[in-house]
DNA sequence: AAACGAATCAACCGCTACTCT
DNA sequence: GAGAGTAGCGGTTGATTCGTT
């Protein structure tokens, strides 16, 4: 409480010049569970002034929502978050923190990190642009699927889906504004034709206008991870997301649906 | 074992929106 | 309505960890 006062009675350019910043010690994380158990977590940068802690507001609020709150809930990303991380980005885009209200314990940080490095990645890989049509596309109808087989791999309920089962729960906080697509891809038996059609609806968009379908095609089937003797076109897309085996992608495994699509129907499109 | 590059993630920064006076 | 203070969000950075050679 003496530093409370202090600090109070300090001019603001003297609290600057000695604030800390960088890794937070044990000791810090201690003080501040303790004052937002006994003044709660809001007015952060009055909890920053009486705890004596030489930290911004900012930097609390920070810290404890993205590692001290008793809820938050660390390690791998599951096969269901990946799969909501998809379907919402693909409703919201980058609207991290709203994400973050359909996954339990999960930061918006997190989910940004899991977003930058684990899909941002396989775009690198298609050498497509994530923010791309194309991209999109092969994610909302290719990736997701194939995410949602080895969900349902592991449930009982072969048509269980994990974003639907919250989007409809009225329990949740669903934003009423918010549209949701109807009838989203799950039927494992639709990945070719709705690939077809996502790729032909992106080899035709004016956004992506110097990518084409052909491109990634190319990639594929003429990349480092073609299998002549397979013929089968696969990417080396078996680093998402989790550990032990959680990945969207094992290791080896074909994209077939890829490979042949590009090979025997795509001839029948034309690409602007 | 060491060096190096890639991947990861905690934390910071700048901006905007909101609230209060 | 204006301005100050604050909270929250998304983008970015940099330290650390991990994997490979």
């Known amino acids: ?41 809001a007015r952060w940068n009055h909890i ?3 705890s004596g802690l030489k930290r911004t507001g900012k930097s609390c609020r920070l810290r404890w929502l993205n590692y001290l709150r008793p809820d938050v809930r660390r390690g791998n990303i599951t096969l269901e978050e990946q799969f909501m991380i998809l379907k919402l980005h693909s409703l919201w885009g980058n609207r991290w923190s709203k994400i973050a209200q359909y996954l339990p314990g ?12 684990r899909v941002q ?3 690198k890989h ?12 092969t994610m909302k109808n290719v990736w997701m699927p194939r995410l949602m087989e080895r969900i349902n791999a592991q449930t009982p309920s072969p048509t269980y889906d994990p974003v639907e089962s919250v989007i409809t729960d009225p329990g949740q906080p669903i934003d009423k504004q918010t549209p949701v697509e109807p ?4 039927n494992p038996d639709q990945h070719r034709h709705q ?4 790729s032909e609806l992106c080899a035709t968009s004016s956004n992506s206008p110097a990518e084409t379908l052909s491109d990634v095609q190319d990639r594929v089937v003429n990349g480092s991870g073609y299998d002549p003797a397979g ?19 094992t290791d080896d495994e074909s994209f077939w649906f890829l490979q042949d699509q590009f090979c025997h129907e795509t001839t029948s499109f034309s690409y602007n």
């Open 1 to 41: 409480m003496e530093n409370y006062e202090q600090n109070l009675n300090s001019p603001a350019h003297e609290e600057d010049s000695d604030v800390r910043k960088g890794p937070w010690t044990e000791e810090e994380d201690a003080i501040l569970v303790n004052f937002v158990a006994i003044h709660g977590d």
């Open 48 to 50: 920053a002034r009486s």
């Open 106 to 117: 999960r930061t918006d940080n997190e989910i940004k990190n899991y977003w930058r490095t």
């Open 121 to 123: 990645k396989q775009a």
């Open 126 to 137: 298609l050498r497509c642009d994530v923010n791309s049509n194309l991209f999109k596309e």
């Open 183 to 186: 009838g989203f891809v799950l």
């Open 195 to 198: 690939f077809v059609q996502a």
């Open 231 to 249: 013929q089968t076109g696969f990417l080396e897309l078996n680093d998402w997301g989790c550990d032990d085996g959680d990945n969207m992608w």
